[in-house]
Nanobody, 122 residues
Framework: VQLQASGGGLVQPGGSLRLSCGAS????????MGWHRQAPGKQRELVAV???????NYVDSVKGRFTISKENAKNTGYLQMNSLKPEDTAVYYC?????????????????WGQGTQVTVSS
């Protein structure tokens, strides 16, 4: 199983980006997904999470601006980021609990995608 994150880039303040995180392999389902970020000199923080029941939570600093979603048929999750601010600049990572097949059995494990850089600057 691999998670592939994409969609980062350079954007001006007030702009938007959409991050994607796709799971590949013998996937049964992506149960839950979270987006984390780490700015230089700071600890990694959880930005948004969606669980297997569709319940969603956001860190206060992004509420009303970011939207997390998950497309089960594509084993892909998204983070729509609007009204971006310079303080949103960070490397963004996706993390997911994935159920997958191996031989005749299914297993569940946590995986991390590689980071994608988001830079908000004029």
């Amino acid at each position: 199983v691999q998670l592939q994150a994409s969609g980062g880039g350079l954007v001006q303040p007030g702009g938007s980006l959409r991050l994607s995180c796709g799971a590949s392999g013998s996937i049964v389902r992506v149960n839950s997904m979270g987006w984390h970020r780490q700015a230089p000199g700071k600890q990694r923080e959880l930005v948004a999470v969606i669980d297997s029941g569709g319940n969603i939570n956001y860190v206060d600093s992004v509420k009303g601006r970011f939207t997390i979603s998950k497309e089960n048929a594509k084993n892909t999750g998204y983070l729509q980021m609007n009204s971006l601010k310079p303080e949103d600049t960070a490397v963004y990572y996706c993390n997911a609990e994935v159920t997958y097949y191996r031989d005749i059995y299914s297993y569940t494990n946590d995986y991390w995608g590689q980071g994608t850089q988001v830079t908000v600057s004029s």
